[in-house]
């Protein structure tokens, strides 16, 4: 078996996107652009990934896992130039799929289909093409009937040429020794002044190699990200991609176009989302849960026949047959054992709910641990920030808090204990025990006749 590795041409400025992030950085369905090419070209199990890099190569360069491979280019003197850098380190490799990485729409499939053409047909070069309605500012495939002939550039091509509407993609697969030998004999004598990889093709044309093509048929596949508009078009194609792939995997979107998921969110079967969700991060979703309407979870985990609906989540678990909201807010360290309730305008943080526990409304609990089946009234808060230390609250199984609570931390409340409403509780409570903190009521005749 031959042979492969990817080379990802990333050391671009991108200056179009007016931003001090590198362009290859900017995100898609939550995650790099550079990075859906990565994992594009590691589906295809293509055992070296090389990564050329030049402007913003510091920050892109933490953002990838040590299997990448770096080729720093130090000058950006064309396409060519940049797979100049990468021949010296394809030892053992022979043959190249060469990508961009700011395509991130490009797809394992056609990945697959392209190098098998390139492996069957023995060719010195593959590329891939595709057919745009308007093709303007992208190199043309230039063929004499079935035959490639060469790629010409927006800026070179002649005004017959223009006319053409089957593009270069950008993507090649490339035999490395015929390569190596093409890449010596280019010029950079064109209108950008560059070495331009395309030059190869009428290298190998002229010697009689064999050049392949392969036109996809989705054209998105073609789209490179220059500026903010481009980058939003890709995020619609991206989407409407993995929403597709959900409802096949039997998901329900009552309104997909209102519906947002990232990449990382993994669901299972027949779970219904409602409008206006958003799934990010590595969020994952058990079976016959109801997500939504207006809610936002970000790298949640959510059990099975669960229903959350207008809420904000952060790193929390959610168990089984829990009910969530409307209006609540799930902070980091949330841990949800199954059949909790939380109501409306209940924030939590940092803290374990026991099972069957009910947060019914308009409570904070943060840096708690709650037993079973407890019953916290609404307006309790735990006052676990002195504004130096934060402590901890304990509430043991079955206590019933109080409305309007106050548990000023570190404090225990004891199995089956009780707080009276209105109390602010600073000491322990044993179990089984009725605390209550307030002041006498007192009546004072005739107070408002007289105030007036």
Same mark, same amino acid.
């Given at each position: ?8 041409? %990333? ?12 362009? &290859? ?12 090419? $990565? ?6 199990? /293509? ?34 130039? %940049? ?33 098998? $053409? ?10 891939? #093409? ?11 495939? $230039?063929?004499?009937?079935? %035959? ?27 035999n490395v020794a015929k390569l190596k030998e093409a890449l010596n004999n280019i010029t950079p004598k064109n209108a950008q002044g560059e070495y331009y990889l395309t030059d190869v093709f009428a290298l190998f044309h002229a010697q009689g190699e064999l050049i392949r093509t392969y036109c996809t048929e989705d054209v998105h596949e073609a789209l490179g990200i220059n500026s903010r508009a481009q980058l939003a078009i890709a995020e619609d194609v991206i ?50 849960? &109801?997500?939504?309407?207006?809610? #936002? ?26 009910? /969530? ?50 019953? /916290? ?43 009276? %409403?209105?109390? #602010? ?28």
């Open positions: 078996m031959p042979h492969w590795a990817a080379v990802i041409m %990333a050391a671009g400025k991108g200056t179009r996107m007016k931003s001090k992030l590198p362009k &290859v950085m900017h995100l898609l369905a939550g995650k790099p652009m550079l990075q859906h090419v $990565i994992d594009s070209v590691r589906s295809v199990q /293509i055992p070296r990934t090389m990564v050329i890099l030049g402007h913003g190569r510091e920050q892109i360069e933490t953002a990838l896992d040590r299997e990448v491979e770096i080729v720093v280019q130090e000058e950006q003197l064309g396409t060519g130039h %940049a797979i100049m850098q990468a021949i010296p380190h394809c030892h053992e490799v022979d043959h190249i799929i060469v990508l961009s990485g700011d395509q991130p729409l490009i797809r394992p499939e056609t990945l697959e289909r392209l190098m098998e $053409i390139h492996r069957s047909s023995q060719a010195a070069a593959t590329i891939l #093409t595709a057919s745009f309605a308007n093709p303007f500012g992208l190199g043309r495939i $230039i063929k004499e009937g079935d %035959a490639f002939l060469r790629v010409v550039e927006e800026k070179d091509a002649t005004a017959e040429e223009r006319q053409i509407k089957e593009i270069n993609t950008g993507t090649y697969c490339f989407r409407q991609r993995i929403l597709t792939y959900w409802m096949e995997e039997g998901v329900t979107l009552i309104d997909p176009p209102s519906t947002f998921i990232e990449t990382g969110v993994v669901l299972n079967r027949d779970i219904i989302i409602q409008p206006f969700t958003i799934l990010k991060g590595k969020t994952h979703i058990e079976e016959d849960a &109801v997500i939504g309407p207006h809610t #936002t979870l970000t790298d949640c985990t959510v059990g099975v026949g669960s229903e959350v609906s207008h809420t904000v989540g952060n790193q929390a678990i959610i168990g089984n047959r829990c009910t /969530i909201g409307p209006f609540a807010y799930l902070r980091p360290g949330t841990i949800l054992e199954d059949k909790v309730k939380v109501g409306d305008f209940v924030e939590i943080k940092n803290s374990r709910i026991g099972e069957g526990s009910k947060i019914p409304h308009l409570s904070y609990v943060g840096d708690s641990q709650v037993g079973k089946s407890v019953n /916290i009234g609404a307006g309790t808060i735990t006052c676990n920030y002195d504004g130096v230390n934060k402590s901890k609250t304990i509430i043991r199984d079955k206590a019933f808090i109080g409305s309007n609570t106050n548990l000023v931390a570190p404090v225990e409340i004891g199995e089956g204990a009780v707080t009276g %409403a209105g109390s #602010t509780i600073a000491k322990d409570v044993p179990a089984h025990t009725l605390a209550v903190e307030r002041s006498t009521q007192r009546h004072i005749e005739n107070w408002v006749r007289n105030k007036k």
